[in-house]
C-alpha cells in the first residue's frame, strides 16, 4: 500500500493563479518531510520540514507540515509557467539508511 | 564538483540480457540510494546503502543487485532483463545530515 498519497494527480492553471499541493502519509513516525520539483530530469530539491506548523518559505513557493493531521502542503502564489512540473513529496523514515518513500507527484502545468 | 554522475544516459536491451547502471558522487557521502521512476508515477527505492560494504533492500529489490565496495561507486546490476524492468533510473547520494538527496541526471532503460 502506498504511505505517501498526493493530490491532486494534475492540476492546470492560468498564469498568476495559486495552487495547493496536498501530500498525506500513513508514516506517524519520520524524520522529514521533502518537497522536490522534477521537469524533465532528475528531481530537485524544494523545502525540508521537520516541525509541525513551521511555514518554510522560498519566494512564491511554501510549504507548512501537520505532524497531528499527518499532510503537508506546498503553496505556490503567482504561478508562472515556469513553475510547470511534477512536484513529488518524500518522507524520510527513522530507520537505518533513513529510507525515503516518495508520493506519485502532481502534475503541474501553468499556461499563459 | 561533479555531484552524482550516472552512465549511461540511454540504453536498449534485449530479454534476457545483463548490465550494470553506474552511480558515482564525489560528495564523499556516506548513504547512496537507488530509485526507478515508471512514466507517471513516483519514485520506488529499488536498493540502498549507508556506507561501504553495507546494502540493503528497497521497495522493490527484485530482479536487481547492487554493490558498494567504495565510498563513491554504487552499481546497480540487472542479471536477466525482462520488460518490467523498462524504466528511468536515478542514483541519489546524501550526506550524515537528514538533508535532502542529491540525484544523478537518470538513466533511461527500454527492454525489448
Known amino acids: 500500500e502506498d504511505k505517501v498519497v498526493q493530490s491532486p494527480l494534475s492540476l492546470v492553471v492560468h498564469e498568476g493563479d495559486t495552487v495547493t499541493l496536498n501530500c498525506s502519509y500513513e508514516v506517524t513516525n519520520f524524520r522529514s518531510l521533502l518537497w522536490y520539483k522534477q521537469e524533465k530530469k532528475a528531481p530537485t530539491f524544494l523545502f525540508m520540514l521537520t516541525s509541525s506548523g513551521i511555514e518554510k518559505k522560498s519566494g512564491r513557493l511554501s510549504s507548512i507540515l501537520d505532524k497531528k493531521e499527518l499532510f503537508s502542503i506546498l503553496n505556490i502564489t503567482a504561478t508562472q509557467t515556469g513553475d510547470s512540473a511534477v512536484y513529488l513529496c518524500?518522507?524520510?523514515?527513522?530507520?537505518?539508511?533513513?529510507?525515503?518513500?516518495f508520493g506519485t507527484g502532481t502534475s503541474l502545468t501553468v499556461i499563459p | 564538483n561533479a555531484g552524482v554522475t550516472q552512465t549511461p544516459k540511454f540504453r536498449i536491451l534485449k530479454i534476457g540480457q545483463s548490465m550494470t547502471l553506474q552511480c558515482t558522487q564525489d560528495m564523499n557521502h556516506n548513504y547512496m540510494y537507488w530509485y526507478r521512476q515508471d512514466p507517471g508515477m513516483g519514485l520506488k527505492l529499488i536498493y540502498y546503502s549507508v556506507g561501504a560494504g553495507i546494502t540493503d533492500k528497497g521497495e522493490v529489490p527484485n530482479g536487481y543487485n547492487v554493490s558498494r565496495s567504495t565510498t563513491e561507486d554504487f552499481p546497480l546490476r540487472l542479471e536477466l532483463a525482462a520488460p518490467s524492468q523498462t524504466s528511468v533510473y536515478f542514483c541519489?547520494?546524501?550526506?550524515?545530515?537528514?538533508?535532502?538527496?542529491?540525484f544523478g541526471p537518470g538513466t533511461r532503460l527500454t527492454v525489448l
Open positions: 518524500a518522507v524520510v523514515l527513522p530507520n537505518t539508511g533513513n529510507q525515503f518513500y
Open positions: 541519489a547520494s546524501r550526506g550524515n545530515s537528514y538533508n535532502e538527496q542529491f
